[in-house]
């Protein structure tokens, strides 16, 4: 693109769904805003296959003096993120349609959007964290649109988990801005640098990782993810899983001090934790019940996987060119494989007049790609393994890595097999009118056929490699289908709820309870009691939590600004103490 042309491109795409949601408050706009809101990515989408990175837009009047620019990175995270949030745009045309479902959706839809393109776009820090933060917000009224109890619950989870990653994020750049040489008006390019020589680098670097981690589904800070996908709309839950999962590692990729300095220990805690998440997520999320809530949990495991990227990047700031190539060919494989799932789940529920083999056909495209067969699936995890492999200074231990990460694509498998057998056991349940399938067809194409886009955007891929590395792919594939029938014939789940982590809250007659029955207290006499005991320790937990939620959920309506203004002001006071 021209001068003039790719600077009004920068400005239109995080631009025109912001406008929406603001014409959106002209009540006589209403009426025409719905129908277009779908089309609200296309400028971004756009820009993301026309534009050329190092282009940047100015905007002087906005905040301190923002900038809008792409990267050959950011323009790959562009790509993904606008399909998806046009796809299922497409696909949530009811939800985005004039009446009442528009009134509680199709503003937090458009604002969402405008923070996740905006987050992408921006090259300053104030930019990047207002588009987070709006982002992050926005997407509370996605999730809690049903307004059911379990969408309400959901809600507070994924607000009060929100709040505490903002606060870790605002005090990390806060931070980090004082040691850049303009902590006024810093960019995000100045970040890594300045944070690789601050005195306060450890206090810094975990305030971005936890606080980027809560998006990005980090085990102990992830509970929020299978309560918000399983209750969100369709749509929302696919761009939520697809898109907004990704600002997490973007804020990794463009804070923390990748390739500026070898950190082993940090590198160490975050490569573990990675592996920890990638297997966690998989034994729990197989015992799940619900479809969606499989893919939440099959989510974190995959964020996992991306996790060791990033820690080996901490440790080996030498293997920076290849594992940045392998974080993001990942990140792309991910985002569009998971939303074609999500999409998929509404697809199957309603009766349609395709044929059932062409819908299972494309029920299995993503299914098979993070499994690691198809293509993009194959390249994401071959070219992760060979960045890691690459690495010479690093402890022994790691050469066990790229083993560990096969193993992990077993319960991957695992994970699809038990996704695909849920959504059989849901087929055609629903009698309504079928629906719309064009933005589920787009996106499971994009699945299949995005990866074919990296040489043109000059991103040199281990095809090579990944070609080789077919043999490897079919053990863990065979070994994983080979559990799952196992499971299905001898098994029986596990009652894990979603917010697994949560189950620390009960109260302790409750636990206690569980450990006698696991100790082997029996009789039915002994029986009758512990389960007398434990419905009234349970129904007593969850009374609680009733109250104390609508008690959380007034407070925040009702004094929310004032709550936020205390947390910026406690930030602020916690930097200059430090400073």
Known sequence: MSGLLGTAALILAPGVPLALGVLWGVPRLRRRIGPIAPWAAVPALLLALFGTPGETAELSWLLFGSQLGMTETTRVFLFFTA?????????????????????????????????????????????????FALMTFA??????????????????????????????????????AQATETPLLPMLAELPEAIAGAPERDLIIASLWLGFGIKAGLPLLHFSLPLAYGAAPVPAAAALAGAMIKAGLLGWLVTLPLGFVGLQHWGTIILLTG?????????????????????????????????VGIGAWMVAPEQGPLLAVAITIFALHHALAKAALFLG??????????????????????????????????????????????????????????????????????????????????????????????????????????VLLLPLWGIDAPWMAAAGGLADALWPLAAGLGLAALAWRWLRPLPIPPADVLLLLTPLPGLALRAGRALGVTGPAAR??????????????????????????????????????????????VGIRIA
């Open 83 to 131: 399909l998806i949030w046009f796809a299922a745009g497409i696909h949530g045309r009811g939800h985005l349609a004039d009446g009442d479902h528009c009134e509680r959706f199709c503003v937090f839809w458009l604002f969402t959007l405008a923070g996740n393109i905006g987050l992408i776009l921006a090259l300053d820090v104030a930019l990047f964290y207002t588009s």
């Open 345 to 450: 789940t509404d697809v199957v529920r309603h009766r349609t007049r395709r044929p059932v083999f062409w819908l299972w056909l494309g029920l299995g495209i993503p299914a098979l790609a993070l499994a690691g067969l198809l293509p993009s699936g194959l390249l994401a995890k071959t070219s992760l393994k060979y960045g890691v492999m690459a690495a010479t200074e690093v402890p022994a231990a790691w050469s066990y890595v790229p083993l560990l990460l096969s193993l992990a694509a077993i319960g991957t498998t695992a994970l699809m097999a038990r996704h695909l057998w849920l959504l059989r056991l849901e087929a055609g349940r629903d009698d309504a009118q079928p629906t719309a399938w064009h933005g589920w067809a787009l996106i499971t194409a994009a699945t299949l056929l995005g």
């Open 275 to 307: 592996l920890f998440a990638a297997f966690a997520a998989a034994l729990i999320g197989v015992n799940q019940t619900q479809p969606r809530v499989v893919l939440a949990y099959s989510s974190i495991s995959q964020m996992g996987l991306i996790t």
């Open 139 to 176: 997407a509370y009224g996605l999730i809690v649109h049903d307004g059911g109890e379990t969408a309400r619950r959901a809600g507070r989870v994924y607000l009060v988990l929100g709040v505490l990653g903002e606060a870790l994020i605002l005090l990390g750049l806060l931070l980090a």
């Open 528 to 573: 009758r009691v512990l389960r007398h005991l434990e419905a009234k320790a349970l129904d007593r937990y969850r009374s609680t939590d009733h109250r104390l939620g609508r008690f959380s959920e007034q407070l925040w309506r009702r004094e929310a600004p004032l709550l936020f203004a205390l947390l910026l002001a406690v930030v602020a006071l």
